[in-house]
C-alpha cells in the first residue's frame, strides 16, 4: 500500500498513542491534517523540525491544520522531549513501526558507510477527506514547516 501512496489518493488508517492521548486518522476527519515523520527524539535535525512547527502552532491552529510529529520513540522518550523543549504539537509514538511502514517512510538508508533501516523525514498534507493533498519526501528541516504553512493556507 505505501509504495503507491500518491498525492490525492487516501491517507492510511493509523491509530497509535500520542502525547494527546490514542490518536486515529478518523479523529481529524474534516480537517486538514500535518503527519510528519522523523528518526529520532532528542537529535539535532528533529529537535530544530519540532521547534519549528510547535514556534507555528497557532498559525496552524488558526489555519485549521493540526500538527502530529510521529517516530517509533516511546511515550515516555516523546514526553520528556516535548516537555524538555517546550513543544506545542502532538508527538505520535509508532513503537511498533506500522504506521511508518503504511505510509512508506520507513527505509534503508546509508550513513558513513553503514546501511541499516530508519525514517526517511516526510511530511503527508492530508484533508479534511482523508486523501493526500501534499508530499514532502527527504526533507530539509531548514524552513520546512513555513513551507508545509504555505500548503495549508493555500490547500483547498
Request: hydrophobic share 35%.
Amino acid at each position: 500500500m505505501a509504495i503507491g501512496l500518491k498525492e490525492g489518493g487516501r491517507a492510511p488508517n493509523f491509530s497509535m498513542d500520542s502525547t494527546q492521548g490514542p490518536i486515529k486518522l478518523g479523529d481529524f476527519k474534516g480537517q486538514t491534517l500535518v503527519l510528519y515523520f522523523y528518526p529520532k527524539d532528542d537529535t539535532p535535525g528533529c529537535t530544530t523540525g519540532a521547534k519549528d512547527f510547535s514556534d507555528l502552532a497557532k498559525d496552524f491552529a488558526t489555519a485549521g491544520a493540526p500538527v502530529v510529529g510521529v517516530s517509533r520513540d516511546t511515550m515516555a522518550r516523546h514526553e520528556k522531549f516535548a516537555a524538555k523543549h517546550d513543544l506545542g504539537i502532538t508527538l505520535g509514538s509508532d513503537e511498533d513501526g506500522t504506521v511508518c511502514e503504511a505510509y512508506g517512510v520507513w527505509v534503508e538508508k546509508k550513513n558513513y558507510g553503514r546501511t541499516y533501516m530508519g525514517i526517511e523525514r516526510s511530511t503527508f498534507l492530508i484533508g479534511p477527506d482523508g486523501k493526500v493533498i501534499r508530499i514532502w519526501r527527504k526533507v530539509r528541516v531548514k524552513e520546512h514547516a513555513e513551507e508545509v504553512l504555505t500548503a495549508v493556507k493555500s490547500a483547498p
